[in-house]
């Protein structure tokens, strides 16, 4: 898994503040900026999580790329509607010898991993087969048509690869890019990184926490998930390790000021 944060506002947390001072003071479009230097920008993003205004902080996008992770990533985090996603097509791209991720709990079992190693080099041969076998059919049928045959293969692939890649595994590697307004990033981490949420996307989640804690760490200082701010919201289904989670994003957040 690799992420990486692409791009956001090189003033993120003046902007957010600049939004408040909107909403709070008595300014005009010309002079909103004027006072907001580092400390006064800060005031007004605690400010406004104090009282839970979150409005102003969607003013603010970041942009991240994300990839070594499974199709099964995929399905999760295209639920965050509020979000833009760019994926790598498999209509389009042939996924010949396909990279895959396997799951930590198979990887540390001898006889599952042997199991998923075999399931994984089957789908990779029969993938491959069904693609050839209506390349091959295309093909004839393009070239019938008068169509010359460099051009026939070229256009016969991309047909067969839309259609064989329907027996490729959820375990099949992707990558993306995903981008979020800082409003949306809070429901995100608060969902994603639970301990309840799914190893490979809670993963996903941390890393880009951590990124956004580097550069705008005041907006981002109480995020995570729920019970960072208070009592656990998921009742009884709690993992039950509320003071071992809020030690590790407060470490988290703490690494990443002195890394500043």
């Given at each position: 898994m690799k992420v990486k944060l692409l791009?956001?506002?090189?003033?993120?947390?003046?902007?957010v503040a600049a939004a408040a001072k909107l909403c709070y003071a008595q300014s005009d479009i010309d002079t909103l900026w004027d006072g907001l230097d580092e400390k006064k920008s800060a005031d007004f993003v605690q400010m406004l999580a104090s009282v839970g205004h979150e409005s102003p902080i969607e003013h603010v996008s970041f942009t991240f790329g994300i990839e070594g992770v499974s199709r099964a990533l995929l399905a999760q985090i295209t639920r965050h509607r509020i979000?833009?996603?760019?994926?790598?097509?498999?209509?389009?791209?042939?996924?010949?010898?396909?990279?895959?991720?396997?799951p930590p709990a198979i990887e540390a079992d001898e006889e599952a991993k042997r199991l998923f190693l075999?399931?994984?080099?089957?789908?990779?041969?029969?993938?491959?087969?069904?693609?050839?076998?209506?390349q091959e059919k295309y093909v004839a049928q393009y070239v019938a048509d008068g169509m010359d045959e460099k051009t026939a293969r070229q256009r016969a692939e991309?047909?067969?690869?839309?259609?064989?890649?329907?027996?490729?595994?959820?375990?099949?590697?992707?990558?993306?890019?995903?981008?979020?307004?800082?409003?949306?990033?809070?429901?995100?981490?608060?969902?994603?990184?639970?301990?309840?949420?799914?190893?490979?996307?809670?993963?996903?989640?941390?890393?880009?926490?951590?990124?956004?804690?580097?550069?705008?760490?005041?907006?981002?200082?109480?995020?995570?998930?729920?019970?960072?701010?208070?009592n656990c919201p998921e009742g009884k289904m709690s993992c039950g390790r509320?003071?071992?989670?809020?030690?590790?994003?407060?470490?988290?957040?703490e690494s990443c000021r002195a890394g500043q």
């Open positions: 791009a956001y506002p090189q003033d993120v947390e003046k902007i979000a833009s996603f760019s994926v790598q097509s498999q209509r389009y791209v042939k996924e010949k010898q396909f990279a895959f991720v396997m075999e399931a994984m080099d089957y789908d990779i041969r029969i993938y491959n087969r069904i693609a050839d076998t209506l991309k047909k067969a690869i839309e259609d064989a890649r329907f027996v490729l595994p959820n375990a099949c590697d992707t990558k993306m890019l995903v981008t979020m307004n800082a409003r949306s990033l809070l429901n995100f981490f608060r969902l994603r990184c639970c301990n309840r949420a799914q190893w490979e996307i809670k993963a996903v989640a941390d890393e880009m926490l951590r990124l956004c804690c580097e550069v705008a760490p005041t907006l981002f200082r109480n995020a995570g998930p729920g019970c960072v701010r208070g509320q003071q071992e989670v809020q030690n590790f994003y407060r470490e988290l957040k």
